[in-house]
């Protein structure tokens, strides 16, 4: 298991940027896929984007171009690079793992708060 932390959210305007962080705890972070969700207000939570224990990763559509994955695994920490933001990327984001082999993630931030005025 990791505790992980998230930081970097705030309010920006439309076609501004915001870097989220994730801090985790535990000596086997490296090992963990680590993938970053949102809910928006009255919606279920989405995936956004995730990097596996070898940097291999994936986006949902309509962030591709825009956010950019990436980890460090010297200092425990992954984040999400967001550009050209959009009101509708307005939600609380949450940094989530798991362990290599297992299916679902088991292991989440609070979250932290994005906010994109138009």
């Known amino acids: 298991q990791v505790q992980l932390v998230e930081s970097g959210g705030g309010l920006v305007q439309a076609g501004g940027s915001l870097r989220l962080s994730c801090a985790a705890s535990g000596r086997t972070f490296s090992v963990y896929t680590m993938g970053w969700f949102r809910q928006a207000p009255g919606k279920e939570r989405e995936f956004v984007a995730a990097?596996?224990?070898?940097?291999?990763?994936s986006y949902t559509d309509s962030v591709k171009g825009r956010f950019t994955i990436s980890r460090d695994n010297a200092k425990n920490t992954v984040s999400l690079q967001m550009n050209n933001l959009k009101p509708e990327d307005t939600a609380v984001y949450y940094c989530?793992?798991?362990?290599?082999?297992?299916?679902?993630?088991?292991?989440w931030g609070q979250g932290t708060q994005v906010t994109v005025s138009s």
């Open positions: 990097i596996s224990y070898n940097g291999g990763s």
């Open positions: 989530a793992g798991r362990r290599i082999g297992v299916v679902e993630y088991d292991n």
